[in-house]
């Protein structure tokens, strides 16, 4: 069962891609396909230095991908600028497709940077009750742990929310090496 609605989503070997999917790959060099892909980059709710991001921009940038997800961002005003001068960054060294996942809604001011941005990103649990204040059509939603059996609903009730793009997966937020490691043992 396909659990995408594209153009987003994590890079998985078990995915069926389409035309309109763009893969999310974690570091540079772990390229699986040669599909359109993002390079994502954590800017961990604002508080990485500017020149550690953009040192990753530039690893991206050598590692030929489409654009750049700009993961964990920061939603309020005060993380205008440094998002800002990523994205015009970014821009300047030919990485023009970038989407800003900061999983709630942002500041206006946002809106006026000229990239998609992820307005909801949390479990399925949540995603059925949540009321969408602050989103707009065309918004992205990321939506973890949905039942197998639910993945169609859920990719049904992101389209009547007016997601624009999005990922809908019977999967759980991304686990570190050390509970991974726990976890397959």
């Known amino acids: 069962m396909k659990t995408l609605f594209p153009p987003y989503a994590h890079p998985s070997p ?21 599909h359109q892909s993002l390079g994502r980059i954590d800017l961990d709710w604002g508080s990485r230095s500017l ?13 030929g991908v489409e654009g750049l997800f700009l993961d964990r961002a920061p939603a ?36 006026d940077l000229g990239v998609r941005i992820c307005t909801f990103e949390g479990p399925w649990s949540a995603y059925q ?5 602050g989103v707009r059509p065309g918004d992205g939603h990321i939506v973890h ?5 639910l993945l169609t609903a859920a990719r049904r ?3 009547r929310r007016g997601a624009g793009f999005g990922l809908a997966t019977d999967a759980t937020p991304r686990l570190n090496a050390a509970t991974a490691s726990r976890t397959a043992g």
């Open 14 to 34: 078990c995915l069926e891609l389409d035309a309109d999917t763009w893969i999310v790959r974690e570091q540079p060099g772990d390229r699986r396909t040669l």
């Open 51 to 63: 020149a550690d991001v953009l040192t990753d921009v530039d690893a991206w940038r050598a590692d």
């Open 76 to 111: 309020g005003s005060g993380g205008v600028g440094p998002v800002a001068l990523t994205v015009r960054l970014a821009a300047r060294r030919g990485l023009h497709r970038v989407v800003l996942n900061p999983g709630v809604p942002t500041h206006p001011l946002y809106r």
């Open 129 to 133: 009750s949540w009321d969408g204040d």
């Open 145 to 149: 742990g949905v039942p197998a059996p």
């Open 157 to 159: 009730l992101m389209g």
